[in-house]
């Protein structure tokens, strides 16, 4: 297979699914591959690697990699626009600062369940990364107002924001992306059991493009928010409520009414509630008005 590989004179992309980490073998075929390389897909050691493919464009690092791993590819790839570094726990300030200053070309960045990252680390890349428009940081429990703030000042060109399970977060985080974020097409609240009908109030406000928004076990919310969304939000194509435990009959149908483009909706009052008990609150005329609307009505996301 490597010598295969070596003979691919204008190779663009490589994923590495399998192997732990990149042989000595591999290191050696990969320095007859191309400097023209732009996207790897690997579980391994990358300071080499990012030494040699200095067009990379799109890096998903899938291993669990030091602040010093990151450093050497925010050097080494200064062209990088997709960096995925999902689950990768050790991960500091530091590792954020490099690709804050290495990458700033940087338009998709997943840190979802990076733990150990702090508001300093979301500022360093909200500065150093305008271009940002997919920025994942479901599970970084450790985020507060302060981040937001950064990302609202630092990235207007925002189109997906998932702060799922961002514990820490409240109405004040939210209002303040609302402001700064107008861009915002898809956003993923899901878990965010301090926000309240303020914080939504003021994302529907403040961001009249969203399609997919999930609002799934915010268990403060009620009625006056969701009507909030029908009433601004009118490109809305998914909502998802699961577990909002306050929602009434007029909820569902403001939203259903106010949101034209909307196709799939989730929701009902109790998680493990089959779909016949979910809706007991939902009139007879609602339930059907929803059911010739939408594509997709039910008790969990397509």
């Known amino acids: 297979m490597l010598a295969e590989l070596e003979s691919l004179d204008r190779l663009h992309w490589l994923t590495n699914g399998r192997a732990a980490q990149l042989n000595k073998a591999s290191k050696r075929a990969l320095e007859g591959w191309p400097r023209r390389l732009e996207s ?44 995925d570094l999902q689950d990768c726990r050790n991960l500091t300030e530091a590792a954020m600062k490099s690709v804050a200053q290495g990458c700033p070309k940087l338009k998709h960045l997943d840190l979802a369940g990076c733990t150990n990252l702090t508001d300093a680390a979301i500022r360093a890349v909200a500065q150093g990364c305008p271009q940002l428009e997919h920025l994942d940081l479901q599970y970084c429990r450790n985020l507060t107002e302060a981040a937001m703030k950064s990302v609202a000042q630092g990235c207007p060109q925002l189109k997906h924001l998932s702060l799922a399970s961002c514990e820490n977060l409240t109405d004040a985080a939210i209002q303040a992306v609302a402001q700064g974020c107008h861009q915002l097409k898809h956003l993923d609240l899901r878990a965010g059991r301090n926000f309240t009908d303020e914080a939504i ?4 406000q403040g961001c009249p493009q969203l399609e997919h928004l999930g609002l799934q076990h915010c268990w403060n919310l009620t009625d006056a928010a969701i009507r909030a969304v029908a009433q601004n939000c009118h490109q809305l194509e998914h909502l998802n409520l699961q577990d909002c435990r306050n929602l009434t009959d007029a909820a569902i149908q403001a939203v259903v009414q106010g949101c034209p483009q909307l196709q799939h909706l989730v929701w009902f009052g109790e998680e493990h509630l089959g779909l016949q008990q979910g809706y007991r609150n939902l009139s007879a005329e609602t339930l059907g008005f929803a059911i010739l609307r939408l594509k997709h009505l039910g008790a969990e996301a397509p």
């Open 40 to 83: 790897l897909d690997v579980a391994a050691d990358l300071q080499e690697v990012a030494q040699k493919c200095p067009q990379l464009k799109h890096l998903h690092i899938w291993s669990d990699v030091t602040d010093a791993t990151i450093r050497a590819v925010a050097q080494g790839c200064p062209q990088l626009e997709h960096l």
């Open 201 to 204: 109030q003021a994302v529907a």
